[in-house]
């Protein structure tokens, strides 16, 4: 089973910036497609951005595009979400995702992802 662990979540205030790293214990790290979603309360898991294993292609919700950027590093096993001009709407407990190797998909849904880590808390301050 691949463990996931997120972390950099805390408060901001409205415009500013967080940065969230998400730690894999796949080997297969780089041929994995890599996944954010948030959750806010009362609300359905929503997808975030992507990045895919095959050529590092990325993916973002209308909602964050402009603002947020994906990442990975695979030597380290990590994937990370650069979260900038943030927005009280943005409050979320954000979710790493993970497919499982070589896989395809549209990967701004939750079916390619098998794996999920345990989320991390991100509030934005008005």
């Known amino acids: 089973q691949v463990q996931l662990v997120e972390s950099g979540g805390g408060l901001v205030q409205a415009g500013g910036s967080l940065s969230l790293a998400c730690v894999s214990s796949?080997?297969?790290?780089?041929?994995?497609?890599m996944g954010w979603f948030r959750q806010a309360p009362g609300k359905e898991r929503e997808f975030v951005a992507a990045i895919t294993w095959i050529n590092d292609a990325t993916f973002y919700s209308e909602a964050v595009k402009g603002r947020f950027a994906i990442s990975r590093d695979n030597a380290e096993r990590t994937v990370y979400l650069q979260m900038n001009n943030l927005k009280p709407e943005d409050t979320a407990v954000y979710y790493c995702?993970?497919?499982?190797?070589?896989?395809?998909?549209?990967?701004?849904?939750?079916?390619?992802?098998?794996?999920w880590g345990q989320g991390t808390q991100v509030t934005v301050s008005s």
């Open positions: 995702a993970a497919s499982r190797p070589f896989s395809s998909g549209y990967f701004s849904t939750r079916d390619p992802y098998d794996y």
């Open positions: 796949e080997s297969a790290f780089s041929k994995c497609t």
